[in-house]
Structures are given as structure tokens and as C-alpha cells.
């Protein structure tokens, strides 16, 4: 069965450091793979997906890779800012398309 | 806007209750789903419905039922047999493509 695992658990960093998010899954045999953000008391919001045969995908401050051979995928966020200061999840779905598998979550804070 | 929305806000059940929660999307997609949120957990799957009229379990679905009557709606009734039924709710929409979802209802007991 697939597992997702998410480290660390919790993350505080000052303004304008970069940092990395790590996510390892189980199974290598994924879709794809999907970070989201989730602010207290809110939904899910998407950041960035990467399909099973991408490497990485980038979205303004953000840059996802996924080596889906090792079961590992990272995020990086690049000159942190507070608003920033989020659950940040990340979710594999598998090759039958049905729903996700996602991790516990990683809580930044990001002080000023 | 494209969205999902997910109402009540918040709900609260009275001992051998049954609570329904609504969700609807105006995506078009023809996959939905439902999770439940517990505190410092993941996300998991209480029910998915790939197609109009036909729906799954996940891996939490006792206590839970759903129906899929419109490719729009998804609701899910919190029956008195879900012991624990103190969570937020998730409803989900998409299957290959960026699953998206709705703000979520947060359920707790009287």
C-alpha cells in the first residue's frame, strides 16, 4: 500500500531564507504528484503538479522536482516571505487515476 | 469562476443524528471525492465517484454514505453509526488533471 512521508513535520525560518520541503512515497508507480497549500481553517489550494514522466515544474518562487525512481519529490521555495507561512501537503496519485494519497503535512512559519 | 463549493461552513450533530454535507462543482469533471481532516493528519478518502450514478469506498467510509445523482453534486450524510465524526471535511474534484477543492465543512458534536 501506498505511504507518503513528509519531513519535517514543522519548519520556522526567517524572511528571505530558501528552503526545501521533502516528500517520499512508496510506490514508484505514480501518475503524477501534486503539492498543495493549506492555510489554517481552509481548503486545499494547488501549487504544482508533476506528471509520473516530468522532472520538475516551476511556478514563480516555487520549484518542484520529482525523482520518482528513488520515491522522492522536493519543493523549494526560494527568498521565503511570511505569507508563505502555510501547511504545505504533498499527494501521489496512482497509475489508476483514482483519488490521492496524501503525506501529514509540513507547517512553515516564516518570521519578519 | 470554476470552483467548488462546499456548505455549511460549519454543522454540528446531535447524538443519533444523520448530517448531511453538501458540495457542489461547476468544473465539469466527472470525478469527486471526499476526505476527511483530523488534527496534525493527512487527508483520507471517505468515498470517489469516478461517473454519474457510481461511487467507491475509500479507506474510512463506514459511517458515511453518498449518492451521485448530477455530475455536479456530491453530498455526503454523516450517519449516527460514525462514532467519531468530529473532523473537517474535504470534497475534491479531477481525476488525470490538478485535483481541486472546496473550503471545507467542519463538523463537531453537541
Known amino acids: 500500500k501506498q505511504e507518503v512521508t513528509q519531513i519535517p513535520a514543522a519548519l520556522s525560518v526567517p524572511e528571505g531564507e530558501n528552503l526545501v520541503l521533502n516528500c517520499s512515497f512508496t510506490?514508484?508507480?505514480?501518475?503524477?504528484l501534486q503539492w498543495f497549500r493549506q492555510d489554517p481553517g481552509k481548503g486545499l489550494t494547488s501549487l504544482l503538479l508533476?506528471?509520473?514522466?516530468?522532472r520538475e515544474q516551476t511556478s514563480g518562487r516555487l520549484n518542484a522536482s520529482l525523482d520518482k525512481s528513488s520515491g522522492r519529490s522536493t519543493l523549494y521555495i526560494a527568498a521565503s516571505q511570511p505569507g508563505d507561512s502555510a501547511t504545505y501537503l504533498c499527494a501521489v496519485r496512482d497509475q489508476a487515476g483514482t483519488a490521492l494519497i496524501f503525506g501529514k503535512g509540513t507547517t512553515l512559519s516564516v518570521s519578519s | 469562476d470554476g470552483g467548488i463549493t462546499q456548505s455549511p461552513k460549519y454543522l454540528f450533530r446531535k447524538e443519533g443524528q444523520n448530517v448531511t454535507l453538501s458540495c457542489e462543482q461547476n468544473l465539469n469533471h466527472d470525478a469527486m471525492y471526499w476526505y476527511r481532516q483530523d488534527p496534525g493528519q493527512g487527508l483520507r478518502l471517505i468515498y470517489y465517484?469516478?461517473?454519474?450514478?457510481?461511487?467507491q469506498k475509500g479507506d474510512i467510509a463506514e459511517g458515511y454514505s453518498v449518492s451521485r445523482e448530477k455530475k455536479e453534486s456530491f453530498p455526503l450524510t454523516v450517519t449516527s453509526a460514525q462514532k467519531n465524526p468530529t473532523a473537517f471535511y474535504l470534497c475534491a474534484s479531477g481525476s488525470y488533471q490538478p485535483q481541486h477543492f472546496g473550503d471545507g465543512t467542519r463538523l463537531s458534536i453537541l
Open positions: 510506490d514508484s508507480a505514480i501518475y503524477n
Open positions: 465517484s469516478q461517473i454519474v450514478n457510481d461511487f
Open positions: 508533476i506528471q509520473s514522466s516530468q
